[in-house]
């Protein structure tokens, strides 16, 4: 019954930034916090995750440029996307890890212009 509510997507220019969040809509033992993306014809790949102990990991490619974060409550997680890049340019979905099993976010577009 829990849902996540994800927004910040949009429409941005190359250089530009965007801050995603994510909230669970009740309370959940969540034990790891993460983003993904899947551009089209593409898998959906991992973009940054916290890991249960707070262990942070980060795709390659937006190392220095992306930082997730959670909320105190725990229950919001939130991806700053700076210096965008148009191979950037996907369906972002958060995903939490529960102990009643995972739960993931519907999707929101960010595009990236040139």
């Known amino acids: 019954q829990v849902q996540l509510e994800e927004s910040g997507g949009g429409l941005v220019q190359a250089g530009g930034s965007l801050r995603l969040s994510c909230a669970a809509s009740?309370?959940?033992?969540?034990?790891?916090m993460g983003w993904h993306r899947q551009a089209p014809g593409k898998e959906r790949e991992l973009v940054a995750a916290?890991?249960?102990?707070?262990?942070?990991k980060y795709d390659e490619s937006v190392k220095g440029r992306f930082t997730i974060s959670k909320d105190k409550s725990g229950n919001t997680v939130y991806l700053q996307m700076n210096d965008l890049k148009p191979e950037d340019t996907a369906v972002y979905y958060c995903?939490?890890?529960?102990?009643?099993?995972?739960?993931w976010g519907q999707g929101t577009q960010v595009t990236v212009s040139s």
């Open positions: 916290i890991i249960s102990g707070g262990n942070i």
């Open positions: 009740g309370r959940i033992p969540i034990n790891a």
């Open positions: 995903k939490m890890y529960t102990s009643w099993g995972d739960i």
